[in-house]
Nanobody, 118 residues
């Protein structure tokens, strides 16, 4: 499975961005999809995950209420709508796919930079 993340950019605090992650080379609907981020000098951290059908979603506490994850299995794409962005949201954002019964994310995208200015 190949994952291509896009949609990052430079935005002012309080603004919004929508990230997309397009998948190819596999059966997209088999995979739970996650978003992670890594800020300079910090460990990569979990942001959000969505189940295969889209019925179950989880968020990190730091983004809950501001970010929304969704997916379109017909388009093999997962999205992350980010609202009320804060400077501390600045990071490279990665999408990842987890196969059924896997205890880890099996495939990773290349990352897209999100920069939030104050």
């Amino acid at each position: 499975v190949q994952l291509q993340a896009s949609g990052g950019g430079l935005v002012q605090a309080g603004g919004s961005l929508r990230l997309s992650c397009a998948a190819s080379g596999g059966t997209f609907s088999r995979y739970a999809m996650g978003w992670f981020r890594q800020a300079p000098g910090k460990e990569r951290e979990f942001v959000s995950v969505i189940s295969q059908s889209g019925s179950i979603k989880n968020y990190a506490g730091s983004v809950k209420g501001r970010f929304t994850i969704s997916r379109d299995n017909a388009k093999n794409t997962v999205y992350l709508q980010m609202n009320s962005l804060k400077p501390e949201d600045t990071a490279v954002y990665y999408c990842a796919a987890k196969a059924p019964f896997s205890d880890k994310y099996d495939y990773w995208g290349q990352g897209t930079q999100v920069t939030v200015s104050s």
